[in-house]
């Protein structure tokens, strides 16, 4: 049943809209009612014209509202004005606003016009703006137009004096205030741009200074990556309104080392509620000063870490585990230079029955942990800012019942593959939470180790072999990353296949390969003249990393990826794929039908995925099906043999990097074909064999099958109209 949206238009006048922004207008006027704080807008019915609203409404008179809105419309300066529709939350209301009649390109019109004409809404609508605005990554007129309102209203308040970084919890700040009262505040921090850091003050007497002034120190947490000496001028709202602190000429930089015992020995003399002198105290108390000392600990509580493996700019998982069997400990944070996330909210514990038994007769746990409780063991996924630094200091505090901390180094490894196997064999896939520990912890920080080892450059040195080929027609790209000594059957097929003149062979060998391969190949590309290039790729792992490594060096427009297991049964084939292929008068893939030993199929085409199933169509039957059966448009072609423009694979982005096995590569890269605008297809009258062939030195190892859980959630995540089975379309642009 559709829900009937009622029609309202509101008497309005729209006196001031200027551009925030590439994304960003702003609008002032009145109004003769107040609309919803947030919703949908448009300047048509059409879709391209849709956004988002957010707005603020305070009284004008007895009859109208003053109002600001933001309205965030992708290439918004490109929209003509014309009658803005909003629509609530509910969506039950639509009102249609009066035309926009003239947009500004200067945001500074509508400061200019508030300071003359109505000076005293002037900290409403910056209010409204540093609510809206604050928590988004700032544009740089943004960022000025924020900064000239805190300039243009803001007044002095006093001085900070002493700055001092306390790495891992946040920026110390001293100085003197009429009106900064103790307390917890939001303190915008004026250096080139303009950021907000969550601040506990606290405040002290001072003989020289009015009666009416007072000492401040506080904590601006987070802000430990700040540069303190390009601070400008500290500005937060006091009772009476925006105020500013002013930087003393002569400031004092405190270093890493003396910033926190300064802290310590000022806290006596603080004044403020309890709850705020209780965090300063904590905070003082968390020096790390690059040691354990949870071992010290008198009390019942200890921790050990098993693992650790860091992707700078993404994040950090952190696996071990906590026996605290008092509940001693109240938080447990993972902190070092720009982080500073509490574990111990979100993470997923383990049973650690082996840490139950060391510790049931060592004197402080004696009687203390229960048989049978021995959920101790945890696992936690602490994302970063991906302006992290590349070589930095990890450590857990653990915050404890008398506001006192102990600390445990962490020291991360990188997220190389032996590292994600160690991490992946110790996922129990009996564990009901096993799902749980996949989408919030494994599964991050296996896409961003794959997103990072895609965005490394490798380079290589190619060998080349045989006959020089200056144009060739074709790159036929082999992979190898198995145990094999040759692949001397398949360059037989192709030596003997008149298609195969004017192409280059190009065989990506990962997993060392190329050593074993080396002799033999330069043998095959005397004997047949072929055209071989040899590229090492020894950081790939399987045959979709060692072919995209390939398809780099390829010199030919056209390529045919071709897996060592794929046998033709005759020749003649080749032309066949191109020819199809350029009668199709569409770019994308195109590949032969592939069959088991026997001669029955085993691709012929995918026409559903979801990601629980990407079957062939017609796998099993006998190919006498595909009879009279055409060129055909499918979901997804097969890798293992495909013709495919060396343009379009580099334009679709390659093989993803982001999955543990090989399960989903194939899938993934036709759905990436087909969304940048391509198409898969599928011909059946070429018929190869495709061996089966298990990937050696694997086999059923424990690590691929949690691997394969990883893979599955990251495939819906990175696919989710695929969750059930779509049809044919439902991907493509």
């Excluded at 009622?6 to 551009?19: E, M, R, W």
């Excluded at 990556?225 to 400031?251: H, P, Q, V």
């Excluded at 082999?478 to 000594?485: E, L």
């Excluded at 055409?630 to 997804?636: G, K, N, P, S």
Aim: charged fraction near 20%.
């Amino acid at each position: 049943m559709t829900k009937t949206v009622s029609q309202i238009n509101p008497k309005a006048d729209i006196q001031i809209a200027v551009l925030v922004d590439e994304k960003t207008l702003l609008l002032f006027g009145w109004i003769d009612r107040a609309l919803p704080s947030s919703g949908a807008a448009s300047f048509s019915e059409g879709a391209d014209s849709a956004g988002t609203y957010d707005g603020h409404f305070w009284p004008r008179d007895e009859g109208s509202y003053w109002f600001v809105a933001l309205l965030r419309f992708d290439n918004i300066a490109q929209i003509r004005p014309q009658r803005l529709s909003i629509t609530g939350a509910d969506r039950g209301t639509r009102y249609t606003i009066p035309p926009i009649q003239n947009i500004k390109i200067n945001p500074w019109t509508l400061l200019s016009t508030l300071k003359e004409d109505m000076p005293e809404a002037m900290p409403v609508v910056f209010d409204f703006l540093h609510k809206s605005l604050g928590d988004t990554a700032q544009s740089e007129r943004t960022t000025r137009l924020m900064l000239a309102f805190l300039q243009a209203m803001a007044q002095p308040d006093g001085f900070a004096e002493i700055f001092g970084c306390m790495t891992g919890l946040g920026a110390l700040v001293q100085g003197w205030s009429f009106n900064l009262i103790a307390g917890e505040h939001d303190l915008l921090i004026e250096t080139d741009a303009c950021r907000s850091f969550t601040s506990i003050i606290g405040s002290f007497e001072r003989s020289d200074l009015p009666s009416t002034a007072r000492g401040v120190l506080g904590v601006m947490t987070g802000a430990d990556t700040l540069d303190l000496s390009r601070i400008r001028r500290i500005y937060y709202k006091a009772a009476k309104g925006w105020c500013y602190l002013e930087i003393f000429e002569n400031r004092t930089l405190l270093n890493d080392q003396s910033a926190v015992p300064h802290l310590r020995a000022m806290l006596p003399t603080l004044t403020g509620e309890p709850s705020v002198l209780r965090t300063l105290k904590r905070l003082s108390n968390a020096q790390y000063e690059g040691f354990e000392t949870v071992s010290r600990l008198e009390i019942p509580v200890r921790v050990g870490l098993d693992t650790a493996v860091r992707v700078p700019g993404a994040g950090t998982l952190v696996t071990g585990w906590v026996l605290d069997p008092d509940h001693h400990v109240s938080a447990i944070t993972l902190k070092g230079i720009g982080v500073s996330a509490r574990i111990d909210l979100d993470w997923c514990r383990t049973n650690r029955r082996d840490v139950s038994e060391a510790f049931a007769k060592d004197a402080p746990f004696a009687g203390k942990i229960v048989p049978g409780q021995d959920a101790h063991g945890f696992l936690a996924f602490v994302p970063e800012t991906a302006d992290s630094p590349e070589q930095c200091e990890r450590y857990l505090e653990l915050s404890l019942a008398d506001d006192a901390c102990a600390f445990m180094p962490v020291a991360t490894s990188k997220a190389a593959a032996p590292a994600l196997r160690r991490l992946l064999s110790t996922i129990n896939l009996n564990d009901p939470a096993s799902e749980t520990i996949i989408s919030r912890h494994i599964g991050p920080l296996v896409q961003a180790a794959g997103s990072a080892c895609a965005s490394a450059e490798s380079s290589a040195t190619v060998y080349a072999m045989g006959k020089a080929l200056v144009a060739p027609r074709v790159s036929v790209i082999i992979p190898i990353a198995d145990g094999r000594d040759d692949i001397d059957v398949t360059l037989a097929k192709l030596a003997v296949d008149r298609d195969f003149k004017g192409t280059e062979i190009v065989i990506a060998s990962g997993a060392g390969a190329h050593e074993r391969l080396s002799p033999s190949l330069r043998r095959f590309a005397e004997f047949y003249d072929l055209s071989i290039k040899l590229v090492p790729c020894p950081q790939a792992h399987d045959i979709y990393q060692a072919m995209d490594a390939g398809v780099r060096h390829a010199s030919s427009d056209m390529l045919l990826l071709l897996s060592p297991s794929v046998l033709p049964t005759s020749t003649g084939w080749l032309s066949d794929l191109e020819w199809a292929y350029k009668t199709s008068g569409r770019t994308g893939m195109v590949s032969p039908t592939l069959l088991y030993e026997d001669f029955s199929i085993r691709f012929a085409g995918i026409q559903q995925i979801s990601a629980q199933s990407a079957v062939s169509q017609y796998a099993g039957y006998s190919r006498d099906w595909l009879k009279g059966r055409e060129l055909t448009t499918v979901q997804a072609a097969s890798t293992d043999c495909a013709l495919i423009p060396r343009a379009a694979f580099l334009g679709a982005g390659g093989f993803s990097t982001d999955f543990v096995g090989t399960d989903f590569k194939g899938v993934d890269f036709c759905l990436k074909l087909r969304a940048a605008g391509h198409v898969c297809l599928w011909l059946p009258t070429v018929q190869l064999i495709a061996l089966d062939e298990q990937p050696r030195e694997q086999a059923q190892e424990y690590w691929l099958q949690t691997g394969g859980l990883v893979d599955r959630w990251g495939f819906e995540r990175k696919w989710p109209r695929l969750h059930t089975t779509q049809s044919l379309g439902s991907i493509d642009r």
